[in-house]
């Protein structure tokens, strides 16, 4: 589950580039994708314009069906890899989980880039686009691309398949 903090930006593009890859490693029935946010704010509203163009520039699904919602503790607790998009979803995360599944994963989304490999938590996060133009959103999927293929090879390795099964 990849979680920012309305689940109309950051988070629907990261579930759509993920589902992406997954299908791509041959995973996509092994593997449920979903995305939330912290706040209730956006509760219902389809994926921004602006994220679904940029997605669309870049041959990927726009989301369509996708209503945003807010995460909940079962949503946590019930997940294997949750995938936070900044360090405040994190902490929001960490104490929403509380004793949830003990062996639930919370990571920084950006912790799966090779180029961001081994960078304090706090420099992990993705800007959140809203507030921008195009560039912004740009450089958003730039971001989450770039981690998508470690966050596939992690998960392929936490299912115990080789690479290229």
């Not at 979680?3 to 580039?17: D, L, Q």
């Not at 995973?27 to 509760?43: K, M, N, R, Y």
């Not at 294997?80 to 900044?86: C, G, I, K, S």
């Not at 360090?87 to 950006?110: E, F, K, P, S, V």
């Amino acid at each position: 589950m990849t979680v920012c903090t309305g689940n109309i930006c950051r988070s629907p593009m990261a579930e759509i580039v993920l589902r992406d890859r997954f299908e791509a490693a041959g995973l996509g029935d092994a593997v449920v994708v979903d995305s939330t946010g912290v706040s209730d704010e956006e509760h219902g509203n389809p994926v921004d314009r602006r994220a679904r163009a940029v997605l669309a520039e870049h041959g990927y699904p726009t989301g369509d069906a996708h209503r945003a919602r807010q995460v909940t503790r079962d949503d946590v607790g019930s997940r294997d890899l949750v995938l936070a998009m900044t360090t405040r979803h994190a902490q929001a995360l960490r104490n929403l989980a509380g004793r949830a599944r003990a062996d639930t994963t919370i990571r920084m989304y950006r912790s799966f880039d090779p180029a961001a490999e081994g960078a304090p938590e706090h420099r992990l996060d993705i800007a959140d686009p809203w507030y921008g133009g195009p560039e912004d959103f740009e450089e958003c999927l730039a971001e989450i691309e770039a981690a998508a293929d470690g966050v596939v090879d992690f998960v392929r390795a936490e299912l115990g398949v080789p690479s290229g099964a």
